[in-house]
């Protein structure tokens, strides 16, 4: 239970990931550069840029566009500049709140001196540098890397995997020590370490049942916003290149 609660905390390094593991349609395939001035979408497609006030270019070429071919694309660059800082930001939220959820499960099972803490601080750390590899924050804007996804969920189960070998040996480690320091026979001990550990899954179990149905929220919600980006972007394109 302590992997898949760690392995769903990781999956929030990669929002997109979330957004897949709710059957989602639609998988970006573009890099988004967001600037005050601003939002230019590069891929297959082209090189789109507008303005805030809805001018265009496609390919470095301005568009002569209609009056409703500008409102659209005025709406489709306000959806960029509301959805891609909130993924982001979301994503860190809910990092923190699954870190915060574990840490007290470990401080109530395990102790308030336990070095889990500090791996779970630490692998926090690093999950956030993961979302900030897809999502980057910059002084200007953001920049959504669409490559970056292929490996930054692989990369967020490979630092999982690594704190949980190193979260597994600081329980049995901290747990018999505790245990052998009360007294009793060795036997004994290890009976208690082994119930404490029991203790610790299980509350861990309770915790991600109530976080289950929040993660799962979170995937739809970042998919509903991932769909809605796409088709407003084929959906402009689609009006430029056939006017």
């Known amino acids: 239970m302590l992997r898949r609660t760690l392995i769903a905390f990781s999956l929030l390094a990669c929002a997109t990931s979330q957004a897949a593991d709710y059957?989602?349609?639609?998988?970006?395939?573009?890099?988004?550069?967001?600037?005050?001035?601003?939002?230019?979408?590069?891929?297959?497609?082209?090189?789109?840029?507008?303005?805030?006030?809805?001018?265009?270019?496609?390919?470095?070429?301005?568009v002569a566009a209609t009056e409703a071919q500008k409102q659209q694309a005025i709406r489709y660059q306000a959806s960029i500049r509301q959805d891609l800082p909130w993924i982001k930001q979301e994503s860190e939220k809910?990092?923190?709140?699954?870190?915060?959820?574990?840490?007290?499960?470990?401080?109530?099972?395990?102790?308030s001196d336990s070095n889990i803490r500090n791996r779970l601080t630490k692998l926090e750390k690093e999950l956030n540098g993961q979302i900030n590899q897809i999502i980057e924050t910059r002084p200007n804007g953001y920049v959504f890397h669409h490559e970056a996804m292929k490996t930054v969920e692989a990369k967020g189960?490979?630092?999982?995997?690594?704190?949980l070998g190193g979260i597994l040996q600081d329980?049995?480690?901290?747990?018999?020590?505790?245990?052998?320091?009360?007294?009793?026979?060795?036997?004994?001990?290890?009976?208690?370490?082994?119930?404490?550990?029991?203790?610790?899954?299980?509350?861990l179990e309770s915790e991600?049942?109530?976080?289950?149905?929040?993660?799962?929220q979170f995937g739809q919600q970042v998919c509903s916003k991932v769909t809605s980006i796409e088709q407003q972007r084929v959906s402009l394109l689609n009006s430029i290149k056939s006017s």
């Not at 329980?171 to 610790?200: F, H, P, T, V, Y």
């Open 157 to 163: 189960r490979e630092l999982v995997n690594e704190s």
């Open 23 to 62: 059957n989602c349609s639609v998988t970006p395939k573009d890099d988004i550069v967001m600037t005050p001035g601003s939002v230019q979408v590069i891929g297959a497609s082209g090189d789109l840029k507008i303005t805030p006030n809805g001018d265009i270019t496609l390919n470095g070429k301005n």
């Open 94 to 111: 809910k990092l923190s709140t699954s870190r915060e959820t574990i840490d007290k499960v470990v401080v109530k099972v395990v102790g």
């Open 208 to 216: 991600w049942k109530k976080q289950e149905k929040s993660f799962q």
């Open 171 to 203: 329980s049995i480690n901290e747990m018999g020590r505790k245990q052998l320091l009360s007294g009793g026979d060795a036997n004994k001990a290890l009976q208690g370490m082994l119930g404490n550990l029991g203790g610790l899954q299980q509350e």
